[in-house]
């Protein structure tokens, strides 16, 4: 079931939040509902009177006078109606707004399920963690013993030359509040509860944001399709997230879910 929900926007709204959209110039994506296709247009201005978005464009992608499903962003949140696609007297695409316009929000905090549909990793810096306050050499820690140095030599070549001892390893699912990984035998020493790794990078195919505290929270046995593979799901909070930090992920993991959930779940409402 879907965790989303559309709260309609009143007249006084709906006008605020188009004009807005007119003003900054956004993007409306647009799509005829049960089509995979969606086309990306400019805002050239917001026609108050008239109701109708101009579009910076003149290309005839749908047929004038017909409904299509739009969608945009203002301020990290996701606005959705129907509107009427037409052709202004000088040519431009015009969208009449003669719809509800709606707002999605859901019910929980944003929880993305990274894996396999989305390359996300994140990035540990394993020179240095704290553990109950204490300050961790984890270099020193793991040297112990051959098949840890080993190990550290791995990450080494697997990461070219990267200062210090950095191991990335793929995320399963990400939140505003932290992420889960499944590891295996060799880098479950890295991982006791309560650790508290320091600046790391979650990597995105086309940005990364740094969070400043990861804590490991809980490290519990993973059931792997693979009987011969030991492997382990480690839970890890944000503590002490800054508000622009979170607003980043937010806004990413938003992003994502509205070009895969949220147009689908608005097809399925306005049925």
């Known amino acids: 079931m879907s965790q989303t929900f559309f709260s309609k926007q009143d007249p006084s ?73 037409q052709e202004s007297i000088s040519g431009f695409n015009v969208l009449q707004v003669k719809y509800t316009l709606f707002k999605s929000e859901r019910r929980s905090s944003y929880r993305l399920l990274t894996y396999p549909l989305y390359e996300v990793w994140a990035e540990f810096d394993l020179g240095e963690v704290y553990e109950g306050g204490k300050v961790v050499d984890m270099k020193s820690r793991t040297n112990q013993t051959g098949l840890f140095k080993n190990f550290l030599q791995l990450l080494d070549d697997k990461n070219n030359g990267d200062e210090g001892n950095k191991f990335k390893i793929r995320v399963q699912d990400l939140s505003t509040t932290g992420l889960a990984l ?19 990078k979650i990597n995105f195919t086309d940005e990364f944001i740094l969070i400043p505290e990861v804590k490991v929270v809980y490290v519990v046995d993973y059931i792997s399709s693979d009987k011969n593979i030991k492997k382990y799901k480690v839970g890890l909070h944000f503590p002490n997230l800054p508000a622009a930090t979170d607003d980043l992920i937010g806004k990413k993991i938003n992003r994502l879910l509205r070009e895969n959930d949220f147009n689908k779940d608005f097809e399925n409402f306005i049925k």
């Open 13 to 85: 709204e709906k006008l605020s939040r188009l004009s807005l959209l007119g003003s900054s110039r956004g993007v409306v994506t647009l799509w005829i509902k049960g089509k995979k296709d969606k086309h990306n247009y400019t805002v050239f201005k917001f026609d108050k009177d008239r109701m109708e978005i101009v579009l910076d464009a003149k290309d005839r992608i749908f047929t004038p006078g017909q409904t299509v499903l739009c969608t945009f962003e203002l301020r990290g949140m996701n606005f959705f109606s129907e509107v009427i696609f």
């Open 182 to 200: 499944h590891i295996g035998e060799l880098e479950r020493k890295y991982f006791e509860k309560n650790f508290i790794f320091q600046r790391v």
